[in-house]
């Protein structure tokens, strides 16, 4: 049998509150409500912080001293605002939050672990803001333990068939493993996730936490999502952390392995929302989807981002990187800019970027600062509108395959500023239009260079302006950088051979573009590098770079000096 011994507390609580009372004038005491003097996880008294009510568990029982919580059966409910401290382990229990829908509620892990079953083990059906806070310095575990959703199960949720273990709320009905509420749209579904939350949510803290998200999602807010501050380690069955209208990082440190994305937000209907944005802290993604999705846009002000594997890096409508440190590591496309709010099974859908022909209104990856390292075995940037760098510094290690490019564009493509340095395939190979600000050059090779041979590129006085070691075998080189002057010499150093390359007019190509549908790096028709994009695939077909130069000229028409050492 359960065991409730909080009543018994709160009556010996009231009988010291009411002593204190009849000592003060008029009677009046401090009320269960008042502040409660709590202990942090360094054991330091903290009487400054008003605490509501402290629940500590202990396998099946429950201890509540305050109000504003009560327990009954398996479940721990919050019903007014304030702020909820959580002690000790409680097994085959969930925490569901039930306020006015403006009460904001703050759940204080402080050395907590809890487990469920048969729903989520946090879950806010009513409030406006729910806040979870890790205690400095504690340990914290959150498991969702119910079996991974499958497409049976979300038939048997909306066709109202519910576990014995399955309740429901309001007029939604039960999914196969768990309470279900009403969604937005008035349709039911489950709490998806072990920490789920139909408002806002904030994580924070200055602790530690494990959330295994078993059953779907590991984080999950219909809101704004917010992580301030914390260590979160979260292993989720599909998505890691999903913000339905935003996902906002601005610090913390969040270590996620997930089924399908790193962090999602994915608000379809209004393309206000929809959005991630990285302002700060550590990120750290191994997704079999992708490691950053957004219907509307990414944005990245700051922090550091670790996509150790994903199928494609970013996905967004547009892409803004203004900051910080990123690295990423794609099956697919290492950036993809693309129309996600289209249907992702039609032949003319921006996701992939393989079937648009023109650019795609809105679409756009604009790069002006952060230090960015790519690893694609698909494109390496790829917007389905237009490409924009002005700062920054980007690495592209591309594909391999002919039918892929380390740049690749429908719209048009500048570069005003920064350095960008990429190697890949060069049978599709885009590079930045004639219309750009700053020089590039674009070097085909006479043959396919292997892993491991490192490229220097060096001015006249022996200054290195970049350096390079693909861990993939390249066909071409791109590299761009406010160092390129009209007329400066510069040595591009692959392997053993260097070559004295001059740079005249906006693109100098050293070199000749494949030709013909030769496969790996073959390619289709031969294209040399072109600010614009027609013909099949939306690639150029017969066009040369800059007013109709052949490749293997500078845009003056003179050919560039080589040596051999």
């Not at 504690?138 to 309740?167: C, L, M, Q, W």
């Not at 600062?369 to 980007?394: C, F, K």
């Not at 490192?454 to 390079?468: C, Q």
Request: glycine fraction near 16%.
């Amino acid at each position: 049998m359960r065991k409730r011994r909080f009543a018994g507390m709160m009556l010996l609580f009231a009988g010291v509150l009411a002593a204190a009372g009849c000592a003060g004038n008029g009677g009046t005491g401090t009320s269960s409500q008042g502040t409660v003097s709590s202990i942090s996880a360094s054991g330091t008294r903290d009487s400054q912080e008003s605490v509501r009510a402290e629940i500590s568990g202990q396998g099946s029982s429950v201890t509540i001293s305050g109000d504003g919580v009560s327990a009954e059966g398996s479940v721990i409910t919050i019903t007014e605002a304030g702020t909820y401290r959580f002690t000790g382990t409680v097994d085959e229990e969930k925490i569901v939050v039930s306020a006015d829908k403006d009460a904001e509620v703050t759940l204080i892990f402080d050395g907590f672990s809890i487990t469920c079953s048969d729903d989520s083990p946090i879950a806010a059906d009513q409030c406006g803001t729910l806040t979870v806070e890790l205690a400095d310095g504690s340990e914290n575990k959150i498991t969702d333990a119910r079996s991974e959703k499958t497409a049976e199960s979300e038939t048997a949720s909306e066709s109202g068939t519910a576990s014995a273990s399955g309740t429901t709320s309001g007029s939604g009905t039960a999914s196969a493993s768990g309470t279900t509420e009403d969604s937005d749209d008035g349709s039911s579904e489950d709490h998806d996730a072990a920490v789920y939350a139909k408002n806002n949510l904030i994580l924070t803290g200055g602790g530690s936490a494990v959330i295994s998200g078993g059953y779907n999602e590991g984080v999950h807010a219909k809101d704004d999502l917010t992580v301030e501050s914390g260590t979160w380690t979260v292993t989720a069955a599909n998505d890691g952390i999903k913000g339905k209208d935003s996902v906002t990082v601005n610090g913390g440190t969040l270590s996620i392995t997930s089924g399908d994305d790193g962090i999602e937000s994915n608000n379809s209907s209004d393309k206000t929302k929809g959005a991630v944005t990285v302002n700060g802290g550590t990120i750290s993604i191994t997704a079999e989807g992708k490691g950053l999705q957004a219907m509307s846009r990414i944005i990245v002000n700051d922090g550091s981002i670790d996509i150790l594997e994903s199928k494609e890096g970013m996905e967004a409508l547009t892409i803004n990187l203004n900051g910080g440190i990123i690295n990423v590591k794609a099956d697919d496309d290492g950036l993809n800019a693309a129309d996600t709010y289209a249907d992702s099974t039609s032949e003319t859908s921006g996701f992939g970027g393989k079937g648009n022909m023109e650019a795609v209104d809105g679409c756009s990856i604009t790069v002006s600062g952060g230090t960015i390292t790519i690893d694609a075995a698909g494109d390496g940037v790829d917007s389905n509108g237009d490409l924009t760098v002005t700062g920054g510094t980007l690495s592209i290690a591309g594909p391999t395959s002919g039918g892929d490019g380390i740049l690749d564009y429908s719209g048009n493509a500048v570069i005003e500023g920064g350095t960008v340095i990429g190697t890949g395939s060069a049978g599709m190979l885009q590079s930045f239009g004639g219309d750009s600000g700053q020089y590039q050059v674009v070097e085909y090779y006479d043959s396919t260079q292997s892993a491991g041979t490192e490229i220097t590129i060096t001015d006249a006085d022996g200054n290195t302006l970049a350096s390079v070691t693909p861990e993939k075998d390249y066909a071409a080189l791109i590299f761009s950088s406010s160092e390129l002057t009209e007329g400066k010499t510069v040595t591009i150093t692959t392997g053993d051979s260097s070559e004295q390359v001059t740079i005249s007019g906006s693109t100098t190509t050293v070199g000749t573009a494949p030709a013909g549908m030769g496969g790996g790096y073959g390619g289709m028709g031969g294209q040399a590098p072109d600010g614009n994009r027609n013909g099949m695939n939306g690639r150029p077909v017969g066009k040369t770079p800059d007013g109709g130069k052949a490749p293997g000229s500078t845009d003056s028409g003179s050919t560039p000096q080589a040596a051999s050492s």
